[in-house]
Structure formats: structure tokens, C-alpha cells
């Protein structure tokens, strides 16, 4: 009775999921199952926690299709979403050093020549931020054609950054060889978070 009752839920569960009826949702913060991004529809690939002593911000990857490796994501050529939100106050500086950190670790010698201006113009979006709060929401979308567009509580920052290997250079703070948390970097690529 209980197997039948626990596959019926499951059932019922994916269904709900299929349909973007239920939000995905780790240490208390959704995330919607879809979104539409440059006229496509993404589904959410993972999502998690970036802890650095304490619990710094919760993100979710979005894709066209789901992937479960490095490669598989940054061979996408389609839009693509991360959405990150704070579980700290956090001040611009501090945000803009950790993301370009996050980025250098995992960029050779020659990506970082041929992305210098992006990573330059990248780094002057966050001075659009006087200071972070618990809460905020940070969205990086890649739309084909447009290029990097990065808004923060709904307010686009800056202009967007053409490159989709700039895009990509950006979903490596978390996805690649050195990624800035290697506990969150398997659930963005669909393991299941623990809460």
C-alpha cells in the first residue's frame, strides 16, 4: 500500500512539474521549474546553495534542455539563465571581487586575453549596485543576438556583452574546473539538493 501511495505522488509530483504548476525550491527560495528567455523555453537544470562559511546566495541554472556535465551546458548555443539570490546583505565590491575571482580561476591565459574588455565592462556593472541585501535577485541571461544581459531586482545593469564564450566564462565560476563552491557545482548540473 505504501509503494502505491509514494509512485502515485511521485506521479502526481512530475506531472505538476511538466506542467510548471510547483516551484523547485532549496533552504526556503523557489525557483519556477521554466522560464522563458529570448522567446525559448528553459527548464531549470539544478539548483543550490553557495556556502562560504555561511550561506551566501541560493542559484538556479536555466537551459533549453537539461545537462548533467560541463560540456554539455556550454555547448548550448541557445539562451541561457542563472538566477542568483542573497541570503546576506553583501556590498558591491565584495560581489564584484567574487565573481571576477570566480571567472579568472577558470579562464587560461588566452580566454582572458580575448575576454579582457568584457571582464572589465563586467566588473563595472556592479558599481550600478550600491549595496546588496538579503533577498536580491541577480538574473544573467545569454540571448542569442543580443548577447550577456544582467539585471538585478529587475533593473538591467549596464549594456549587454556580446560573447557567448564571455557567457559561458561567467557559468564557470560555478560549473567549471575550479568552480568558486564544489559542493553546488554537481547540483546545478541536476543532482538533487538536500534541502
Known amino acids: 500500500m505504501k509503494t ?18 510547483w516551484a523547485a525550491e532549496v533552504n526556503g527560495i523557489k525557483f519556477d521549474d521554466s522560464m522563458t528567455v529570448g522567446g525559448k523555453s ?28 560541463t560540456a554539455g551546458v556550454l555547448a548550448l548555443n541557445g ?12 556590498s558591491s565590491e565584495e560581489l564584484a571581487q567574487a565573481v571576477l575571482t570566480g571567472v579568472n580561476k577558470n579562464l587560461d591565459k588566452d580566454e ?15 558599481n550600478e549596485i550600491e549595496t546588496g541585501k538579503k533577498g536580491d535577485v541577480i538574473i544573467g541571461d545569454y540571448i542569442p543576438g543580443t548577447g550577456t544581459v544582467i539585471t538585478f531586482n529587475g533593473k538591467q545593469l ?18 567549471g574546473s575550479s568552480p568558486a563552491d564544489p559542493t553546488l557545482k554537481p547540483l546545478l548540473l541536476g543532482d538533487k539538493p538536500d534541502a
Open 4 to 21: 502505491r501511495i509514494t509512485a502515485w505522488a511521485l506521479s502526481a509530483l512530475m506531472g505538476l512539474s511538466a506542467t510548471g504548476a
Open 42 to 69: 528553459l527548464v531549470l537544470n539544478g539548483l543550490g546553495v553557495r556556502h562560504k562559511v555561511v550561506k551566501v546566495y541560493a542559484v538556479g541554472l536555466y537551459l533549453t534542455e537539461k545537462k548533467t556535465d
Open 112 to 126: 582572458k586575453s580575448k575576454y579582457v574588455s568584457q571582464l572589465v565592462k563586467f566588473g563595472e556593472l556592479f
Open 158 to 175: 549596464g549594456q549587454p556583452l556580446p560573447d557567448l564564450g564571455f557567457y559561458n566564462a561567467i557559468l564557470r565560476i560555478w560549473i
Open 79 to 90: 539562451p541561457k539563465r542563472f538566477r542568483l539570490v542573497t541570503m546576506r546583505d553583501i
